[in-house]
């Protein structure tokens, strides 16, 4: 049987329908809109093409499979349907559940944050991260965070986290900073407050030098170090006593605490060998009835213990006077005594003598009429009970002067 073309040319009807279909057009933009002409399989997939690409259209695919179309129309975003999102009521979520970036997409801006590439940007405010309840941010292994650029940086391996800056690491808290493992400090460190504890058992320094009171431009408070006893007895201590200008060292109930008020201190005993001495007589102090200075040629007598000697080859004799400068072991030193009052009188050793005349070396002294001074005694005119001592050096001129005598204290 031969095949034949099947052709209506007064439009065809469909069951009950009032509209006849008048014709097949194969029309790419469905520019005619007729209600009564059929679209061609391949006008239809062409114009849907076109308008995919034209409107927008944003395709959400969840794992069930469904779709749920998303179109940009007219500058407002709409969920096929028609509801304006622009009109959510707040607190409305809307979910994207993309298993691939949509192609041609470069931009997601939702309300003030802007999503574009790999940068995430908000024209004010806050940008925050809120993971569920004991959740993380989890950024990979050797990957950081950087804060303008790489010169402030903080970064984690898996094992080590790195914080490092060009400039300075503020840390600024109200509470107690801790830090559980070691802290090693590579620069210099600055303590900036009142009170540094140290509860290590054991504090290893490799400076050679302690410098206590660094940078002060006065001082009236003491100094030193005073070391807890506990129950075993008063506090140790060895410290610069500010008030009397010396060292003290011994125990006392003070603690660091009370450096303000002056430290109040029982004298103790220093053991220790000594191998030499910088100075060169043994001196004591004596009650004087005025104020004699270094090499003054003293005699008993006088309102007090003594005075200056002032007739020749006095058999009176005591004594020269020595000081804090030539006295290598210093007796009698109380704290109300002073030079002024009770000078420091060498008993034995070298000590620098008020001469008047010429001396030789290896020459006996004697009291001279020039009080306070001696002379070199001549032949026959020394004796036991007047010599002060023998010159350790000559002079040669006539005038008032000194010598280095080697004396002995006259009984």
Same mark, same amino acid.
């Given at each position: 049987?031969?095949?034949?073309a099947?052709?209506?040319?007064?439009?065809?009807?469909?069951?009950?329908?009032?509209?006849?279909?008048?014709?097949i057009?194969?029309?790419?933009?469905?520019?005619?809109?007729?209600?009564?002409?059929?679209?061609?399989?391949?006008?239809?997939?062409?114009?849907?093409?076109?308008?995919t690409?034209?409107?927008?259209?944003?395709?959400?695919i969840?794992?069930?499979?469904?779709?749920?179309?998303?179109v940009?129309?007219?500058?407002?975003?709409?969920?096929?349907?028609?509801?304006?999102?622009?009109?959510?009521?707040?607190?409305?979520?809307?979910?994207?559940?993309?298993?691939?970036?949509?192609?041609?997409?470069?931009?997601?801006?939702?309300d003030?944050?802007? !999503?574009? =590439?790999? +940068?995430? %940007?908000? #024209? *004010?405010?806050?940008? /925050?991260? &809120?993971?569920?309840?004991?959740?993380?941010?989890?950024?990979?292994?050797?990957?950081?965070?950087?804060?303008?650029?790489?010169?402030?940086?903080?970064?984690?391996?898996?094992?080590?986290?790195?914080?490092?800056?060009?400039?300075?690491?503020?840390?600024?808290?109200?509470?107690?900073?801790?830090?559980?493992?070691?802290?090693?400090?590579?620069?210099?460190?600055? !303590?900036? =407050?009142? +009170?540094? %504890?140290? #509860? *290590?058992?054991?504090? /290893?320094? &490799?400076?050679?030098?302690?410098?206590?009171?660094?940078?002060?431009?006065?001082?009236?408070?003491?100094?030193?170090?005073i070391f807890?006893?506990?129950?075993?007895?008063?506090?140790?201590?060895?410290?610069?006593?500010?008030?009397?200008?010396?060292?003290?060292?011994?125990?006392?109930?003070?603690?660091?605490?009370?450096?303000?008020?002056?430290?109040?201190?029982?004298?103790?005993?220093?053991?220790? %060998?000594? #191998?030499?001495?910088?100075?060169?007589?043994?001196?004591?102090r004596?009650?004087?009835?005025?104020?004699?200075?270094?090499?003054?040629?003293?005699?008993?007598?006088?309102?007090?213990?003594?005075?200056?000697?002032?007739?020749?080859?006095?058999?009176?004799?005591?004594?020269?006077v020595?000081?804090?400068?030539?006295?290598?072991?210093?007796?009698?030193?109380?704290d109300?005594?002073?030079?002024?009052t009770?000078?420091?009188?060498?008993?034995?050793?070298?000590v620098?003598?008020?001469?008047?005349?010429?001396?030789?070396?290896?020459?006996?002294?004697?009291?001279?009429?020039?009080?306070?001074?001696?002379?070199?005694?001549?032949?026959?005119e020394?004796?036991?009970?007047?010599?002060?001592?023998?010159?350790?050096?000559?002079?040669?001129?006539?005038?008032?002067?000194?010598?280095?005598?080697?004396?002995?204290?006259?009984?």
């Amino acid at each position: 049987m031969a095949t034949r073309a099947f052709k209506v040319k007064q439009g065809l009807l469909v069951g009950t329908s009032t509209t006849e279909i008048g014709s097949i057009l194969d029309e790419d933009n469905f520019a005619s809109d007729s209600a009564t002409a059929l679209a061609t399989q391949q006008s239809i997939k062409a114009y849907v093409d076109s308008q995919t690409t034209a409107a927008g259209t944003l395709t959400v695919i969840d794992d069930s499979s469904s779709a749920v179309n998303v179109v940009i129309e007219s500058d407002d975003l709409k969920i096929a349907g028609g509801t304006n999102l622009t009109s959510a009521a707040s607190g409305d979520t809307l979910t994207l559940n993309l298993d691939a970036a949509p192609t041609g997409l470069t931009a997601i801006t939702i309300d003030n944050i802007n !999503i574009d =590439g790999n +940068t995430i %940007t908000a #024209s *004010s405010g806050d940008i /925050t991260l &809120a993971p569920a309840a004991n959740g993380d941010v989890n950024l990979g292994a050797n990957l950081g965070m950087t804060f303008g650029n790489d010169g402030e940086k903080i970064e984690g391996d898996g094992t080590d986290l790195t914080i490092a800056s060009s400039g300075a690491l503020n840390l600024t808290v109200t509470g107690t900073t801790t830090v559980s493992g070691a802290l090693t400090v590579t620069g210099d460190l600055t !303590i900036n =407050g009142s +009170t540094t %504890t140290n #509860s *290590s058992t054991n504090t /290893t320094i &490799a400076d050679n030098i302690i410098e206590l009171n660094s940078g002060i431009s006065a001082s009236s408070n003491d100094i030193g170090f005073i070391f807890e006893r506990g129950s075993t007895g008063n506090n140790a201590c060895f410290l610069w006593d500010e008030s009397a200008d010396k060292f003290t060292l011994g125990t006392t109930t003070a603690t660091a605490a009370d450096k303000s008020g002056g430290v109040t201190v029982s004298a103790g005993t220093l053991v220790a %060998t000594c #191998s030499a001495a910088q100075y060169s007589d043994v001196a004591e102090r004596y009650h004087a009835d005025s104020n004699y200075g270094p090499g003054t040629i003293v005699e008993l007598g006088g309102v007090n213990e003594i005075t200056k000697t002032a007739t020749e080859m006095s058999e009176e004799v005591f004594g020269v006077v020595s000081s804090n400068d030539t006295a290598a072991f210093m007796m009698n030193d109380r704290d109300t005594y002073t030079d002024a009052t009770h000078p420091f009188i060498a008993m034995t050793g070298r000590v620098p003598t008020n001469v008047i005349g010429t001396v030789n070396k290896g020459a006996r002294l004697v009291s001279s009429s020039t009080p306070g001074y001696a002379r070199m005694a001549q032949p026959g005119e020394a004796t036991a009970f007047n010599v002060i001592g023998r010159a350790l050096e000559a002079k040669t001129d006539s005038v008032m002067g000194q010598v280095l005598c080697v004396v002995s204290i006259k009984a």
